[in-house]
């Protein structure tokens, strides 16, 4: 349909381009001929030829763009992204701004551990700013409700299938752009106080040239003598002000281009997106003018000379500037809403894309049982050519031992990272994903902090109390912990560290806890599975690992077989081994 489309408004462009240059032929001869109300007629027609061949090739433009689109899908279409700015939506308001609500926050030590930042690429092929920082809060911000989930594959589903309709959105969304200079959550918060006094000033000033230009039509270039004087005054004044808001002005521009795509984008009839496009519709209703204010506002193309003068004389910039402001202060709720909005839109497209981008995926089973997690066949997003394992939980946590490299870390965060995009994204990388609703926790990986004077053993301590002060009665907590307290000595290490075990699976939570203490595994088994994870060590191949999770306690070590494979002394090895054997007596 789209192809028939495009060549009929292809045909309809050359076909009114023809007609603009018979008309100009046409009047011109009946000009020369007869009156010059031909020409006048003729050039009535010419005007109203150019706004059908301008309307004609917009419509062609459309479906070649929607076209393009839709030939990269599910494929990204721009890699450039800032990864210090998408979290800014995120940090800057929040989802207790954008009204919220059954959801649960990643803090920024979790977010570190599960690499939100690299899956956050992965998944990401939005063509927006305001896209990016939705696909980043999204992944912050994970569901507690299965009927909002659902609703959100729902939306996924459609745009999946509806390729017209998903690349028409994109097209309007593409028109936005990404934000590289400036800030448009500076403008946003912005707290600048505009005096009445100043206003009434420039508008009178402004209303003197508009005046002084209309004069020219009565007293001919004898108005130029009045003009010109006052052009230059006005050009001061124009040049000063434009530098008191040079900060801002790539943001007005922005901002002007985010409610005209935002304007279209409510006019688009979707049924699946119906509740995102009609309150879209209502928010801009008392802001529907900034665009058209903006224009005035934001620099124009060099080409654009004879537009520059009009602003000068008009003194146009500035009081637009100023009529913003105060629209932007009064409407600050609503300007981020939408902002939010069109964002939420663009960042559903690029989860669509990532699930088309997927070999494989299956939809969660959230069940009403509390701190139960069942996972068959699951993968890590970020190593999708990696060994599957699988994990039933229920009510009951894991310790995990195993050695060196063995797969451990990796193991807890693809638990991790499926809890995280089945409660965001509705999307679980294995065959089968059931259970509760959890707050997800971790503590992975810590570092000394020199600046801060903080040591290891004091960073452990501080991030195992943040999960034990977060976790909640009303929602189960699922923790994740590598080796904890391994900063300190081992017997006062194992005595807090079964204390801490116990002290999570007495309340609402479950954890999975990785160790090299075996002590530790061996007295756990109240509330704690144990499993582990181990390798083989040979002269030749060196290590080899099955990254296949086993039941049990892992009992062999491979720091020894390492150094030796490595070609550390003999000496060393030997002594080391006949220390271990010793202390074993």
């Not at 501080?462 to 994740?480: D, T």
């Not at 595994?521 to 109240?526: I, K, L, S, V, W």
């Not at 077989?561 to 030997?574: A, T």
Request: glycine fraction near 4%; aromatic fraction near 12%; include cysteine.
């Amino acid at each position: 349909m789209n192809k028939h489309n495009k060549m009929f408004y292809k045909l309809l462009t050359y076909l009114i381009s023809l007609l603009c240059a018979f008309d100009i032929y046409i009047s011109y001869k009946l000009y020369t001929l007869y009156s010059a109300i031909f020409l006048q007629v003729g050039i009535v027609i010419l005007v109203a030829l150019i706004i059908i061949a301008f309307k004609s090739y917009s419509k062609f433009k459309l479906f070649s763009d929607m076209d393009y689109l839709k030939s990269r899908w599910p494929y990204t279409y721009d890699n450039t992204v800032d990864l210090n700015k998408v979290d800014k939506l995120y940090k800057e308001y929040g989802p207790e701004f954008l009204k919220e609500k059954n959801f649960s926050n990643i803090d920024d030590q979790t977010a570190s551990d599960l690499n939100i930042d690299d899956i956050f690429e992965s998944i990401n092929i939005c063509t927006s700013s305001p896209g990016e920082q939705m696909l980043y809060y999204i992944l912050r911000t994970p569901k507690l409700n299965r009927e909002e989930l659902i609703s959100r594959n729902n939306i996924l589903e459609f745009l999946s299938s509806n390729n017209d309709i998903r690349s028409e959105l994109q097209v309007i969304i593409t028109g936005i752009g990404k934000q590289y200079k400036g800030d448009i959550f500076n403008l946003f918060n912005t707290k600048k106080v505009v005096s009445k006094a100043a206003k009434l000033t420039f508008n009178i000033l402004g209303s003197i040239g508009l005046i002084s230009l209309v004069s020219i039509v009565f007293i001919g270039i004898k108005g130029l003598l009045f003009i010109l004087p006052l052009f230059l005054v006005y050009q001061f004044i124009h040049n000063k002000s434009s530098t008191e808001i040079e900060d801002e002005v790539t943001s007005i521009g922005y901002l002007g281009t985010l409610i005209s795509s935002a304007k279209k984008l409510s006019k688009i009839k979707c049924e699946e997106l119906s509740d995102e496009l009609s309150e879209l519709k209502t928010l801009l209703e008392p802001v529907k003018n900034i665009d058209k204010k903006t224009f005035f506002v934001a620099d124009n193309d060099a080409a654009d000379a004879v537009l520059e003068y009009i602003k000068i004389i008009l003194l146009a910039k500035i009081r637009c500037y100023y009529s913003l402001v105060d629209t932007i202060k009064d409407n600050r709720e609503s300007l981020i809403k939408i902002y939010s909005l069109v964002g939420k839109i663009d960042a559903y497209i690029s989860i669509a894309s990532y699930r088309e981008r997927l070999d494989d995926y299956t939809y969660p089973n959230f069940i009403d049982r509390d701190k139960y997690l069942k996972l068959n066949d699951a993968l890590h997003p970020l190593i999708l050519d990696g060994v599957p394992n699988s994990i039933e939980l229920n009510k009951r946590g894991i310790v995990l031992t195993g050695s060196n490299m063995s797969g451990k870390s990796t193991f807890m965060r693809t638990i991790g990272t499926n809890i995280l995009l089945s409660q965001t994204i509705y999307t679980s990388l294995c065959s089968e994903y059931t259970g509760s609703f959890f707050r997800i926790l971790s503590s992975l990986s810590i570092a000394d902090d020199v600046t801060q004077g903080k040591s290891y053993y004091l960073g452990e301590c501080n991030s195992l109390l943040r999960i034990l002060n977060s976790i909640e009665e009303e929602i189960p907590s699922f923790c994740i912990i590598d080796e904890i307290f391994k900063g300190t000595n081992p017997l006062e290490r194992i005595a807090s560290s079964k204390e801490i075990l116990r002290y999570i699976m007495d309340r609402n939570a479950l954890a999975i806890v990785a160790t090299h203490d075996l002590e530790l595994a061996e007295t756990c088994n109240n509330n704690y599975l144990c499993y582990y994870f181990c390798e083989d060590v040979d002269k030749t191949q060196g290590l080899t690992f099955d990254f296949k999770l086993k039941e049990g306690i892992c009992h062999s070590g491979n720091a020894l077989k390492l150094l030796d494979f490595l070609g550390y002394p003999k000496e060393i090895i030997d002594n080391a081994l006949n220390s271990i054997h010793i202390g074993n007596k």
